[in-house]
């Protein structure tokens, strides 16, 4: 496989010795270049070793291109992730499903004749067809990957009911369950179905794909057809909207008509302006702010571009490298106030409070107050955003606990916390790593607040957050509290230790000595129950 410095890389369940290219060539268009050759030759030497096929892609013609020109080329396939999908008919039938054994076999096998191979990575049903029982799919494809036909599968255009019942079936018969869900995905959300029988990314949607079920994404459409490069659509074409599917001819007038009318409604319009503005303020163009988008949206996701020119490929590439914050993936989406703006971090802010006062008082009557949790909440409330980090970062890791997930999970970072912008820079450092092996490893920012086993000296962050002997736990219980919900704003999964004391109850007393002794009280937390 060519380096690239710039082409992102990731896995797929089940072929994981083998890295693919977040950027997938879509070779939907292939039998339209007038130099596919030269055009497969720079997509190559670009880093992308992914290309996405389907038998009905030019009547099977875009595999037939492909598979010579790795024969022409004497490219070895253990550096390439071939792709190709069947199971639904053409255009003239509407892509109707046809996922009965014997088709479904028909279309593999043509699929490798065409393609000059004998097995592909992934094979994918382009739609679904609700009337078969699962079981019958799942068995089916299955029986490819034991014959050797494919390696893993997957599927594409199915509701998120029927892949959950896939993954299910598999499980409990030890079968391969699906692997990689092909969607529209795009800054440019479709208020309906842009093709017939075709499935969209929307934000419920987007909640289900948790690391645990090891699913990825393959978004196809991320530029909405041209509509976010600004090739076509204006809004005084809003008013022209029918708001339906449309029936007539399926000719390139209704095939543009159509996109018009699925994607032309005022929120596009919004997030196309904002796209823009943010391409102008980092010198690139708004299609690529379009595909960092998805990057950085779904973790998971591999972004299909279809294209035949090698100028438009290259441009697309280099939005690979543009990498977008949370912030600036909402912004997109809701726009706001502050188009980039900071994350205001909450555990800076308390960190430079004043402690003077209290820690006056702590010495005067030899006791620090410490609110009741209801307060420290009130005062430092979690967010949907937070509880969301949280909760997806729980389920994954009782996933694998439970022996849902195959991966492993690392537990890294500081024993313990001293420093809450150290601990910043380090999560937005462990971050990108995190994302990009993903589907190996579940990483685990580990976040301490305690010493138990320090007999003498600094106790931890919540004890003295000052460093200072003043034991102002007030400060420390809301500074571990503030820190805690700015790595969830990060998006980084992190885990304290429950331990024997209790912040609640924190008694000093002065022995003879003159030394200090703390008394720690156990408190009653619930748990997460494995069986």
Not at 91 to 112: A, C, K, N, V
Not at 289 to 313: C, E, M, R
Not at 486 to 496: A, F, G, K, R, V
Not at 507 to 530: A, D, N, Q, T
């Amino acid at each position: 496989m060519p380096a690239s410095t710039t082409m992102p890389l990731s896995y797929i369940q089940g072929v994981e010795h083998k890295p693919v290219s977040r950027i997938v060539f879509g070779t939907l268009n292939l039998h339209k270049s007038a130099a596919p050759f030269a055009l497969l030759d720079s997509v190559y030497a670009s880093g992308c070793n992914a290309f996405d096929c389907a038998a009905i892609y030019g009547d099977g013609e875009c595999e037939k291109i492909l598979g010579n020109w790795i024969k022409a080329n004497k490219i070895n396939t253990d550096d390439l992730f071939l792709v190709t999908k069947g199971g639904c008919g053409d255009e003239s039938t509407e892509w109707s499903p046809s996922l009965q054994r014997e088709t479904l076999e028909g279309h593999i096998r043509s699929s490798l004749d065409r393609l000059q191979v004998p097995t592909v990575d992934l094979y994918m049903l382009h739609r679904d067809d609700p009337a078969l029982l699962i079981s019958e799919i799942v068995d089916t494809v299955n029986m490819f990957i034991s014959s050797g036909l494919c390696k893993t599968w997957g599927v594409s255009n199915w509701d998120l009911d029927r892949i959950d019942a896939a993954i299910s079936y598999a499980n409990k018969n030890n079968l391969t369950p699906p692997v990689c869900d092909s969607l529209q995905f795009s800054l440019a959300v479709p208020h309906r179905s842009v093709w017939p029988g075709t499935i969209s990314m929307d934000d419920e949607r987007n909640k289900w794909y948790t690391v645990s079920k090891g699913i990825s994404v393959f978004a196809w459409e991320s530029l909405a057809k041209g509509f976010m490069t600004g090739s076509w659509g204006d809004r005084d074409q809003l008013e022209k909207r029918d708001g339906e599917m449309l029936g007539g001819e399926r000719d390139a007038a209704w095939r543009q008509k159509n996109l018009e009318d699925a994607y032309l409604i005022p929120r596009n319009f919004d997030r196309r302006d904002r796209a823009v503005e943010m391409a102008q303020a980092k010198s690139v163009n708004p299609g690529q702010i379009a595909i960092s988008y998805v990057l950085a949206k779904q973790p998971q996701a591999f972004v299909l571009i279809g294209t035949s020119n090698p100028d438009h490929w290259a441009a697309n590439v280099e939005a690979a490298s543009i990498k977008l914050s949370p912030e600036e993936v909402l912004w997109l989406e809701d726009g706001g106030a502050n188009k980039m703006r900071t994350q205001t971090l909450h555990c800076l802010a308390v960190q430079d409070e004043a402690s003077d006062e209290t820690l006056s008082a702590c010495k005067r009557q030899k006791i620090c107050h410490v609110e009741p949790p209801s307060a420290l909440h009130a005062a430092l409330p979690a967010s949907q955003e937070v509880q969301d980090t949280v909760a997806c970062g729980r389920a994954s890791v009782l996933a694998l606990a439970q022996g849902q997930d195959d991966r492993l999970m690392v537990l890294i970072g500081p024993c313990s916390i001293h420093s809450p912008a150290a601990a910043i820079e380090y999560a937005r450092w462990l971050l990108p790593l995190a994302r990009k092996h993903a589907n190996e490893l579940v990483v685990v920012m580990r976040v301490y607040f305690e010493k138990p086993r320090t007999t003498v000296g600094w106790k931890g962050l919540v004890s003295d957050p000052d460093l200072n002997n003043s034991y102002n736990v007030a400060k420390g219980l809301k500074l571990a509290r503030a820190l805690l919900l700015d790595l969830s704003l990060i998006h980084i999964s992190e885990p304290t230790r429950l331990l024997s004391i209790s912040y609640a109850v924190f008694c000093l007393k002065k022995k003879k000595k003159k030394k200090i002794k703390h008394k720690h009280y156990s408190i009653k937390v619930e748990m997460p129950r494995v069986v």
